[in-house]
């Protein structure tokens, strides 16, 4: 079983478009991210949830909207697509707590395609 | 179709040969550093990590070394095989308000046959 799934891989649509990404983790994580990388492969964080609860906005655009229906669910809303929005997104989770040497299991990633 | 790899330093390598990744820090009060790979399509996968206290980890097949006083650390993958390529990349933990995982640009690693 995938431990960190998203849907769709792939996602091509046209600006001005509202679309979502779905992302699911069945390792009983309580906190998840949204990372973004570039065509440069530079990892950006855009969003933390720790039991659905927003603990990390890293200064992304309010047409990006995560949402965490529970703790094993965060799905990314994008309204209103530009072209800079086209990327790869991962998604990630770890388990709870504070500890510094612990480790984030990613997703496969979703490939963004604005036209 | 992707740009990607033009602008992303590149290391290339024959196959069975040893590989070292580079990367630079610039907080010296940094104590935690991890690498990930990320195959094609695929997303990062934790190899290995290292505390400050330490200059040396090893794992299977591969090495980091860490060095404090110029502020940078390798990874060292020895005899590399074709499943080493991918893209290399070193992060740092952030513990502001929460647990925060800041990643450097990234080496491509190719292996020559």
């Known amino acids: 079983d995938t431990a960190v799934s998203q849907t769709p891989k792939y996602l091509v649509t046209q600006m001005g478009n509202d679309k979502s990404i779905k992302c699911e983790q069945n390792?009983?994580?309580?906190?998840m991210y949204w990372y973004k990388q570039d065509s440069k492969k530079f990892l950006k964080i855009m969003f933390s949830y720790n039991n659905k609860e927003l603990i990390i906005n890293e200064t992304v655009p309010n047409r990006f909207s995560p949402k965490s229906p529970d703790k094993a669910h965060l799905n990314l809303h994008i309204n209103s697509l530009e072209l800079g929005d086209s990327a790869v997104y991962f998604c990630?989770?770890?388990?709870?707590?504070?500890?510094?040497?612990?480790?984030?299991?990613f997703g496969s990633g979703t490939q963004l395609s604005v036209l | 179709g992707e740009s990607v790899g033009l602008h992303l330093p590149t290391l290339s390598v024959q196959e069975g040969d040893n590989s070292i990744i580079n990367c630079a820090y610039s907080?010296?009060?940094?104590?935690?550093f991890i690498w990930y790979k990320q195959e094609s399509g695929k997303g990062p996968q934790f190899i290995i990590d290292?505390?400050?206290?330490?200059d040396k980890r090893q794992g299977q097949r591969v090495t980091v070394l860490l060095n404090k006083t110029v502020k940078h650390l390798s990874l060292q993958i020895a005899a590399t095989q074709p499943g080493d390529s991918a893209v290399y990349f070193c992060a740092e933990p952030r513990m502001d308000s929460s647990y925060k995982l800041i990643f450097g640009s990234g080496t491509r690693l190719l292996v020559r046959p």
């Open positions: 390792l009983g994580h309580d906190t």
């Open positions: 290292i505390r400050s206290n330490m």
């Open positions: 907080n010296s009060a940094s104590d935690y």
């Open positions: 990630a989770s770890k388990a709870r707590g504070y500890s510094i040497n612990e480790k984030l299991f």
